[in-house]
């Protein structure tokens, strides 16, 4: 009986011993697989970090107004006869708008201006006979005065009738009409608008830190969502003397060009003071950056030698930059990297520190300084 256990014994150990060197193999099949498999490369599209100069600006939002503009309103009561403009249209200077009526000022005129021709007569009279000593001097100043009384009415009537004729006080483009013909207008009501567009204004706010960077006569560049693409240039002209002391900012005034009558007061512009001074940077598109909690980071692409096949491959290591103004498509890195640098530029999100990679720029976006988008 003890032989049979020590048989089953020996032959269930024989069986362990087998299956533990089947097992041991594989794992040792499976280690050397491991040690002599390499990782493939991620495909990235790759860029040099570049040094350029830019122009030193100083971004700012503001709004453009008229250098002239005014609500014409009626100064006297009356009924409107005559119309003389097209609501949207143009004005010259000096131009009649709207007339009121002003026939009873007509006729009154008429009258005063018989009653005054008749006081001049009676004056011209009066100082021939003064002259001859056969007036007293009370009925020559009486003539005199009743001479320029009638003189006066007779330019009150004219101030009156001009008055009532409404006249474009400058050149520029008139809005739309708020009266009819016919109609009876109070004094104060509005008739309508009137704007010179070139040049106009462009109001905007600068913190007083920035103060000592502005001064007159420097260059400015106005956009605006309504002329997209387009840059109007222009200069500031000037600088309030006061700071809010609510918001610790200066208002500025900036004159700017506007021939084809595309900035219309009220609009809002976005404004850059071009500064004399430029200054070096080093710039990288900015998709080449991966943004995390810890801080900014790029991958630097270099050439390293792998141990295993002796050959030269391509590898990132993860670098920690420090940022500063961003343009269009690209970004300032103030340190961290140096120019020449080879970067990944897009597909930054798959790799990490060591990773090997393959460069294809077939398909890389094109990153511009001014991106148009068409869409936009």
């Known amino acids: 009986m003890k032989r049979k256990i020590l048989i089953a014994v020996s032959g269930l150990l024989g069986v362990v011993l087998v299956l533990a060197g089947v097992k041991a193999l594989q794992i040792r099949a499976l280690i050397k697989a491991g040690a002599e498999m390499s990782i493939p490369p991620e495909t990235i599209s790759a860029a040099e970090v570049r040094q350029e100069t ?40 000096g131009q009649v708008l709207v007339q009121l009526d002003t026939s009873m000022e007509e006729a009154q005129l008429r009258a005063t201006k018989a009653q005054a021709e008749l006081a001049r007569q009676n004056l011209a009279r009066a100082v021939d006979l003064r002259a001859q000593g056969v007036i007293a001097q009370s009925d020559f100043d009486t003539a005199q005065a009743a001479a320029n009384q009638t003189t006066g009415q007779v330019d009150t009537i004219q101030a009156t009738i001009a008055k009532k004729t409404i006249r474009a006080p400058f050149a520029g483009r008139l809005g739309i009409r708020s009266v009819n013909l016919g109609q009876f207008v109070h004094d104060g009501d509005p008739i309508v608008s009137l704007h010179s567009l070139d040049p106009v204004f462009v109001d905007f706010t600068l913190p007083e830190q920035q103060l000592g960077q502005v001064q007159r006569a420097m260059a400015v560049r106005v956009t ?98 420090r940022l500063g103004e961003t343009r269009g498509d690209f970004v300032n890195v103030t340190n961290g990297l140096k120019a020449g640098q080879t970067i990944a530029s897009s597909g930054v999100f798959k790799l990490r520190n060591g990773s090997p990679v393959a460069i294809d720029n077939s398909l890389a976006p094109d990153a511009q300084s001014a991106p148009r988008p068409p869409n936009s």
């Not at 939002?61 to 249209?89: D, K, P, W, Y």
């Open 224 to 321: 605006t969502d309504a002329t997209p693409g387009r840059t109007f240039n222009g200069k500031v002209t000037a600088l309030n003397p006061e700071v809010d002391p609510s918001t610790r900012n200066v208002k500025v005034q900036a004159t700017v060009a506007n021939a084809g009558g595309e900035l219309r007061p009220g609009m809002f512009a976005r404004v850059v003071l071009v500064l004399p001074e430029t200054q070096a940077v080093l710039v990288v598109p900015s998709t080449a950056v991966l943004h995390a909690p810890y801080g900014d980071s790029v991958f630097v692409v270099s050439d390293v030698k792998d141990e295993k096949s002796g050959k030269t491959v391509k590898q990132v290591q993860m670098t920690t930059v």
């Open 54 to 93: 830019w122009e030193s600006l100083l971004p700012a939002v503001g709004s453009v107004t008229a250098v002239q503009g005014v609500e014409l309103r009626a100064e006297l009561a009356g009924t409107v006869r005559r119309i003389n403009f097209e609501s949207g249209g143009t004005a010259a200077a």
